[in-house]
């Protein structure tokens, strides 16, 4: 894997965005830059915006103000359909895989409307052995694990330039955990550009290369993974050292 050079644009400019709910807003000025081959964590605490604010960068949600740029283009006011063909491709915490359908048909969906890729088939099914073998069995009888990773899978169907995660470790016992953080670096070693929101900082932070805190809707501290980790107060909120 390979980063960007320092010269180069960013893939994914989000600059001064804001975004709410019923005229409040939940998110307010927020500001960073993810370049090509970069993995970049956002982490904070449970209700500090990080879904709002992924959803109002892959167009689930308009923002209140800010634009929102990808790969040179302009997609503040895009659909999420739009910017998913755009090649942005957003994995929620949530999911949302179709229970009553099976592993391999969640999987075929992922590279709507083209037909799926037998070699990105084959490439899922190597990051994840597990849903090769139980690739007929339906989604929503797998463990919590198991979907996470009919979830990521699902979106890398649609061969995407950047995969955006919410919150992958939700429900997950450590272990399982440690296996998603584990397939997502086997990602980043293939080149894939990667945007994750999480809880779970000490992992989110050994993937990424850079990342923000997110506070109250708001950008509080940014730096590598290395600067973010030694930091005092970043230490003491997240990763459980006085």
Do not use: W
């Amino acid at each position: 894997m390979t980063g960007r050079s320092p010269l180069s644009e960013p893939l994914l400019t989000v600059s001064d965005v804001s975004a709410g709910y019923l005229g409040e807003d939940v998110v307010h000025d927020v500001t960073f830059t993810v370049g090509e081959g970069d993995a970049v964590a956002i982490i904070g605490s449970n209700g500090a915006g990080k879904t709002t604010l992924f959803r109002t960068i892959c167009g689930m949600m308009q923002n209140t103000g800010g634009t929102v740029t990808f790969g040179g283009t302009d997609i503040t006011t895009a659909g999420a359909h739009q910017v998913a063909r755009a090649g942005l491709a957003y994995v929620p915490a949530e999911r949302h895989l179709f229970p009553e359908m099976s592993v391999r048909d969640n999987l075929i969906l992922g590279a709507y409307p083209d037909r799926p890729s037998a070699e990105r088939m084959a490439l899922v099914f190597e990051l994840f052995p597990r849903l090769a073998e139980r690739e007929r069995q339906h989604a929503g009888t797998m463990s919590g694990g198991e979907q996470q990773m009919v979830a990521v899978g699902r979106a890398l169907m649609s061969e995407p330039t950047l995969l955006m995660l919410d919150e992958p470790t939700t429900g997950l016992a450590p272990k399982l955990a440690a296996e998603a953080y584990q397939a997502l670096a086997a990602l980043r070693e293939q080149g894939l550009t990667v945007l994750i929101a999480e809880q779970q900082v000490p992992l989110a932070l050994a993937l990424a290369d850079r990342g923000y805190v997110l506070e109250n809707g708001r950008i509080q501290l940014a730096g590598t993974s290395e600067e973010l980790a030694s930091n005092p107060d970043v230490r003491r909120a997240y990763l459980g050292v006085a």
